[in-house]
């Protein structure tokens, strides 16, 4: 008997929690929408408001056609952030998105993975050797 109540009730919780999650998903997926697009549409004004300083920046990191790749980036992060703030097109904007901060990654973080892929090649590849090795 005190079995069934507990399950009753757990199953009364959970129906509850389901019904109030699914109330709040619409009003947080909008609040993340328009967070992410603010962000993207101020760091895409920011690499065009002040274009030479950007330029020198991405030499810096490596970046292949600094001055053509800046203008690149600002408007694919402006462009792309007032869709999202406005809420078109959303998925299709994140091929471009995905492609420009891939690249923002792979140039300014290359140090980082460097050191990342190091670790990965001892810790995969050190005991292979270890165990082929030995006689």
Not at 5 to 33: M, N
Request: hydrophobic letters at 50%; a positive charge.
């Amino acid at each position: 008997m005190n079995l069934q109540r507990f399950t009753d009730l757990a199953r009364a919780g959970y129906e509850f929690l389901i019904a109030s999650a699914s109330i709040l998903k619409s009003p947080f997926l909008l609040a993340v929408r328009l967070y992410w697009g603010w962000q993207m549409v101020v760091a895409g004004s920011a690499h065009l408001s002040d274009v030479p300083a950007m330029v020198e920046r991405f030499q810096e990191w490596g970046v292949p056609l600094p001055t053509f790749n800046v203008y690149v980036s600002g408007v694919t992060e402006c462009v792309c952030g007032l869709l999202l703030l406005a809420g078109c097109a959303s998925r299709l904007i994140t091929i471009p998105l995905i492609i420009n901060f891939c690249v923002a990654y792979l140039t300014a973080s290359r140090e980082v993975l460097l050191g990342i892929s190091a670790i990965l090649t001892r810790l995969f590849l050190t005991p292979h050797f270890y165990f082929c090795s030995r006689p």
